[in-house]
């Protein structure tokens, strides 16, 4: 038995197909929804952890690559100089996932939740100063 966790980016016409659940029916593999975040006409974002044989494994990414499904490995982590951060808000309106959210309307301070993020770096262009890095 092997374990990975993958990321996994929908274009926005697929996001209505049961492209995942075949992994179950046609791969015997089982998976475990760690974040999802999917909006009507838009693109989607998943995080998974897949279990099953390697090969196995290995035969689900293929599908779901030869389905249109960008898939990474899950080895990134997104980080916030908040030194370089000048509180824009231009990233919060990008993040799918709110992991970039206003956490005080009052001043709009900006805030990082890392637990919500899954790496799909749709933040790191907008933003002016370039505060947000991605780290492998
Ligand atoms: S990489 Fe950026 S845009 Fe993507 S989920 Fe993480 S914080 Fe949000
Ligand atoms: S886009 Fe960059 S500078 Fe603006 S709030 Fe987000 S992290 Fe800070």
């Not at 990474?72 to 997104?78: N, V």
Request: aromatic share 6%; glycine share 4%.
């Amino acid at each position: 038995m092997a374990s990975r966790k993958i990321v996994l980016t929908f274009p926005k016409d697929k996001i209505d197909k049961p492209i995942v659940f075949k992994l179950i029916k046609d791969f015997n593999l089982s998976f475990n929804i760690m974040k999802a975040s999917i909006t009507p006409d838009q693109e989607g974002h998943m995080v998974l952890e897949l279990d099953g044989d390697k090969s196995e494994i290995d035969r689900g990414i293929k599908h779901l690559k030869d389905e249109g499904v960008k898939v990474e490995p899950l080895s990134k982590e997104i980080r916030v100089d908040w030194n370089k951060c000048t509180q824009c808000s231009a990233c919060v309106s990008i993040c799918p996932t709110g992991a970039l959210y206003v956490k005080d309307r009052k001043t709009m301070a900006v805030d990082f939740d890392a637990e919500k993020c899954i790496a799909c770096e749709l933040c790191i262009r907008p933003c002016p100063p370039r505060a947000i890095k991605v780290h492998f």
